[in-house]
């Protein structure tokens, strides 16, 4: 079936190039029901706050059915919404009221991995003999019993798990409840496709690929090299798991996806304007991944890639070492930037150690990510600068937290739910107890208190993403540097015969920055109060400006 919404949106092939992309993770969106867990129909009543930001699409986490181990990224059903977020109608009633804002659906597919509880994996590691017997990925042990190579599990400890029925290992690249695919096996990849075409014909707009780099494994099953520790950083694991050990070319990244993803883009280019983005998790190759994964025009449409989302501090010259690094490993693809999402420490936390002013940082921020080459993906209370939460161990969920805490307290602290309104408790989410406690500090940054204010983050988002859209060249131009250094990041955005120059101040004092060769025009719209003098753009402590060559 195609939900009658699907109709109302314009057919556009493209508009997945520089799109904003709203990230909603369901179980902290909206309760509906008092049990304390977000909803599909609480996503749809919240809507029209997405759309009063001007975003092209949403990106909706998991809501499959799940035991919920991972919180969703476990699925033991692709076909179905798990009980908790509500039923499969909710999501059809979702989509047509998203296409009615003009806004499009994309679902996150978890196709590397199942839940343990799925009923292929039941029925795999029932007999060896079991028609799905190969569905996974198995192995006899070594001789003495131990796991068949060295490869690590990203949430700790080995990859793989012993299974007594069998008398062999599964693998599991995540959790042990989290058995992964064998996606070598051309059944496999038949069913996974259908798994996407069943949501196609539903009326999603396009897909964000989990763990897109760990669909395939090394036939061979050989061992993972160490990697120097000058060659490590916490880019997909946090710098206490030992994951960062290795140099990850066997377990992933192997060369057989590229046929499994132009299989995918065949199949969504049965259907009009859909479009996918895949999320990239390598800390040494994730660019040259992205590249690959991306060129050619018949794979991926963009990639996700985690640069931004790595504690490194955010400088010019990072940000612009960055770029040129994509540009030389992708030069035919296609990015999707974001600062924040489900996984990692709020950005206006994870940078705004010894900030004097938030607000403006936040803002600043935001106006550098939305004005980079490529697309764009906002995760939910972004918008409102909510800063990282802490979390006592004892209201913790997440598994990766307690594996690790105190070290690494997981991401438990980014997932605490949505701020609707100031004057209640739970900030307006929900009637009950929500899953994860909601701070006093959030309460301050409600929707509510922001949106009649002009000053506000959430009105500088709503400012500048309109802003964005009167002006291509940010939208989908190209990009060249101009200054990167100090605290001063400037550059151009091209698209036809127009250019836009960008430059920000991203310090905490005024600064002066050079004005281009040219005539130029100052743009007005974006939200900051800097100024062109004659010979010098006068600019406030995290700030930004935009000018139009005449």
């Known amino acids: 079936m195609t939900t009658s919404g699907s109709t109302l949106l314009q057919p556009d092939k493209d508009w997945w190039r520089g799109a904003v992309i709203y990230q909603i993770y369901p179980r902290s969106f909206q309760d509906t029901n008092g049990d304390g867990i977000g909803d599909l129909r609480g996503i749809t009543e919240r809507l029209s706050h997405v759309a009063s930001l001007g975003v092209d699409a949403i990106w909706i986490s998991p809501f499959f059915t799940s035991p919920m181990r991972d919180f ?64 996974y990925v198995w192995a006899d042990s070594r001789p003495d019993g131990t796991p068949p190579n060295n490869w690590l599990s990203i949430f700790g400890g080995s990859a793989w798990q ?19 695919l064998n996606l070598h096996n051309p059944e496999v990849q038949d069913a996974l496709l259908s798994v996407a075409r069943f949501w196609l014909q539903r009326g999603v707009d396009g897909f964000r690929l989990d763990t897109i780099n760990f669909y395939f494994h090394d036939k061979e099953l050989r ?7 000058e060659r490590r950083n916490a880019q997909t694991a946090p710098a206490v798991n030992p994951y960062n050990y290795q140099e990850h070319i066997y377990d992933k990244n192997q060369p057989e996806n590229l046929e499994f993803l132009k299989r995918f883009r065949a ?27 991306t060129s050619g025009g018949d794979k991926m449409h963009m ?30 693809g296609w990015v999707c930037w974001a600062f924040s999402n489900h996984d990692v420490v709020r950005h206006v936390s994870r940078w705004g150690a010894g900030v004097n002013d938030h607000e403006a ?7 550098l990510l939305l004005s980079l080459r490529g697309s764009v993906c906002i995760y939910q209370g972004e918008e409102l600068a909510l800063p990282e939460a802490e979390i006592a161990y004892e209201d913790l969920q997440d598994p990766y937290g307690i594996q690790f805490w105190p070290d690494f307290k997981g991401r438990d602290g980014c997932r ?28 301050e940054r409600a929707v509510n208190l922001q949106a009649g204010d002009d000053a506000s983050v959430l009105a500088h988002y709503r400012r500048f993403l309109t802003f964005r859209k009167e002006h291509v060249p940010l939208v989908k131009g190209e990009i060249e540097f101009q200054v990167a250094e100090g605290a001063i990041l400037s550059f151009v955005r091209s698209h036809g015969n127009e250019k836009i120059f960008c430059t920000f101040n991203m310090s905490p004092v005024a600064r002066m920055a050079d004005i281009p060769a040219g005539t130029l025009e100052a743009l007005e719209g974006h939200g900051f109060a800097s100024l062109m003098h004659e010979d010098y753009i006068e600019l406030p402590a995290w700030s930004g400006f935009f000018a139009r060559f005449l």
């Not at 509880?117 to 569905?135: G, I, L, M, Q, Y």
């Not at 940082?361 to 106006?367: D, N």
């Open 416 to 443: 605490t739910p949505m701020v609707w309104e100031s004057n209640d408790p739970t900030g307006g989410f929900s009637a009950g107890k929500p899953w994860l406690p909601v701070p006093p500090a959030h309460l």
């Open 303 to 332: 990639c996700y890639a985690f640069e931004f989302l790595a504690p490194e501090p955010l400088t010019p010259a990072f940000v612009a070492d960055t770029q040129h690094a994509l540009e030389k490993a992708a030069p035919e």
């Open 223 to 229: 061992d993972n090299p160490a990697l120097a520790p």
């Open 361 to 367: 940082h936040a803002k600043l921020l935001s106006s």
């Open 162 to 180: 012993w299974d007594p029925t069998r008398l062999q290992y599964y693998m599991h690249n995540f959790l042990t409840s989290q058995p992964d």
């Open 72 to 135: 969703g990224y476990d699925v033991s059903d692709y076909q179905d919404v798990d009980p908790i977020f509500g039923v499969l109608s909710d999501f059809d009633a979702l989509i047509e009221e998203a296409h009615r804002l003009d806004i499009r659906v994309m679902i996150d597919l978890v196709l590397s991995h199942t839940s343990d509880r799925h009923p292929w994996f039941v029925e795999s590691r029932s007999r060896r003999t079991n028609p799905k017997a190969d569905w």
């Open 267 to 293: 199949l969504m280019e049965e259907f009009p304007a859909i479009a996918a983005v895949g999320e990239v998790g390598d800390s040494q190759r994730g660019l040259e991944i992205a590249g690959e994964y």
